[in-house]
């Protein structure tokens, strides 16, 4: 709520490590011709601090805004020697629509933009804020809607305001690189940028702060642009430490040409022969989409876990039997690829929560006492009080519960578990719910997903955040490629199913198996060439050992491609 944030949160205030920012100037202020810079959030004045460090300091024009007054009156004193440095105490959407009226043909924009754009939510925006930032959005041919955060205005604003041959230096949050929101940033980026550069870091850049942040760097060329030619690279650093001159050259570094499409940008982390072998196999009419053999929906969305999921104890305690459903509440209820009736007693017996209420739809007062007991309770420590369940005409009535044929685990290490559901039982939001399209054998599809192609696309579609977990939402999942198993003997996906299921069961290695499994299924079945189904067993061990290793902050190598 935005009553419980503090002043510095609802302004987006996180300032940047004078390292960040001494990069950035140096790789903005890049030749003679940049002469205008231009910093639309300065804060306190880390990034006018780095310019006046810079050689060509005397040479140049800046103009800075801060919408704070107090620390834009901090930014004023740091630069009251400097008169070539303007510092605007306004609102940075104004300063756009100013210079953005400005630019007629007869004023020029600017050759240099840096900063570190407010990470506002758009529920702690003004009204004429979020006025503004939608004509920002929709103007530029983005949607505009509540998720999208203030940052994704600021940059797409700045990269009007860039000159012909300008530089934009940006700190903005890793989101940029995967969430749905910033799908029309990605492509607007790609449509008017002829060079990207993003650069992430293993360890977490700024202190006390758990926001992960990308350094985006990008230059605006007009020829290049209007012949659909833009490049793009990602670099992984380890840390600060790496941004120094004497240890980061970038010009080695290779670009790959960037697809004019909204996908995520996780994907240039792989070279450009693993890149085009993702786009075959999503054109391989031997593979499908999740979406094109099933639906997925979230879990169930109880608003109060703790209170709608219990133990056999309260079970007996409260008589509540004949209103409770088998629940696979979280990854370790699930032992293996198939949840059933003994797994499901194991969990019960161990005294875990393996119990979902369902109380039905009929009059309060008709409910057992020892019912109306257990409800009394959840109003007395403030169950009924959470948002999901205050909105609902009778709060202890969980809606949407229905037994799926399979789940999906949202939130993964290695890999996520994909369980079949043999008891009819139902799960919360930690899992996702799968119904399978009639007619399709759910064995094979289960396999299906069991290989190192559809591992590595699992790894390309979710996403990960600090501490190197991969998450799955049902838009992402849909997305997921399979092999097409429906045609496969019956009897040699039965052998490979018991195969992965013992090894995930017995918490053993499982790429032992994945290798009979690639044999048997992608390369004997699909017909996929053992070299194409090695390089994808290497794109997933890439991109997973990449997100876990931001979690044991690696000591590798410095650069890492």
């Not at 629509?97 to 400005?102: P, W």
Request: hydrophobic residues 40%.
């Amino acid at each position: 709520m935005k009553a419980q944030n503090s002043d510095q949160k609802l302004r987006g205030g996180y300032y940047t490590p004078e390292e960040l920012a001494d990069f950035i100037i140096r790789w903005a202020l890049h030749n003679e011709q940049s002469l205008r810079a231009f910093e639309p959030s300065c804060g306190d004045g880390v990034f006018l601090e780095a310019l006046v460090k810079h050689p060509r300091f005397s040479q140049l024009n800046c103009v800075a805004v801060e919408l704070d007054k107090e620390e834009a009156k901090k930014a004023k004193e740091k630069m009251q020697l400097y008169s070539n440095v303007e510092v605007l105490n306004k609102d940075f959407f104004s300063v756009y629509e100013h210079y953005k009226n400005d630019l007629s043909g007869k004023s020029q924009g600017f050759d240099a933009i840096v900063g570190n754009p407010p990470y506002i939510r758009y529920q702690y925006l003004s009204s004429e804020q979020r006025v503004a930032q939608a004509d920002i959005l929709v103007t530029n041919g983005m949607k505009s809607n509540m998720l999208i955060n203030a940052w994704v205005s600021f940059v797409v604003a700045c990269v009007e305001l860039l000159n012909d041959n300008g530089r934009i230096g940006m700190v903005i949050p890793a989101e940029l690189l995967q969430v749905a929101y910033a799908e029309d940033l990605r492509l607007f980026l790609i449509n008017n940028l002829s060079s990207i550069t993003v650069i992430t870091f293993e360890e977490l850049v700024f202190p006390n702060v758990q926001q992960e942040v990308v350094l985006l760097l990008a230059e605006k060329d007009k020829e290049a642009s209007s012949k659909s030619k833009s490049s793009i690279r990602l670099i992984e650093l380890k840390n600060l430490d790496c941004l120094t001159e004497r240890t980061l050259d970038l010009e080695p570094i290779e670009y790959q040409q960037a697809m004019k499409d909204k996908n995520k940008w996780t994907r240039y982390f792989l070279d450009i022969d693993e890149t085009n072998l993702i786009y075959q196999i999503q054109m391989n009419n031997r593979f499908v989409a999740f979406s094109e053999i099933a639906d997925v929906d979230i879990g169930i969305t109880t608003g109060n876990n703790s209170y709608f999921s219990v133990s056999k104890a309260l079970v007996d305690e409260y008589e509540l039997h004949d209103v409770t459903r088998p629940l696979i509440g979280r990854s370790s209820h699930a032992s293996g690829l198939y949840f059933t009736d003994e797994d499901w007693k194991k969990n019960v017996n161990k005294g875990v929560d393996a119990y979902l209420i369902d109380f039905p739809d009929t009059p309060y007062e008709h409910y057992p006492n020892l019912h109306r007991y257990y409800i009394e309770l959840g109003e007395q420590e403030g169950a009924n009080k959470g948002y999901k369940c205050s909105i609902r005409d009778r709060w202890y009535r969980v809606p949407s519960i229905w037994a799926p044929d399979a789940f999906f685990l949202r939130r993964n290490n290695m890999f996520p578990k994909f369980v079949l559901n043999d008891i009819n039982a139902v799960s919360t939001d930690t899992m996702h719910r799968i119904k399978f399209n009639e007619g399709l054998d759910r064995d094979k599809i289960l396999l299906s997903y069991y290989n190192s192609i559809t591992f590595a696309f699992t790894e390309i579609e979710g996403r990960s955040y600090g501490g190197g977990v991969l998450e799955i939402l049902p838009g992402e999942l849909e997305k997921i490629m399979l092999p097409n198993l429906q045609g496969m003997d019956a009897r040699v996906v039965k052998d490979l199913l018991l195969k992965i299921d013992a090894a995930i069961r017995g918490n053993i290695d499982i790429e032992p198996v994945l290798d009979e499994v690639d044999k048997k299924v992608l390369i004997e079945f699909i017909g996929i060439d053992e070299k194409v189904v090695t390089t994808f067993r290497q794109i997933w061990k890439k991109l997973m050992y990449r997100r876990l290793n931001r979690k044991r902050r690696s000591t590798k190598n410095s650069v890492v491609r």
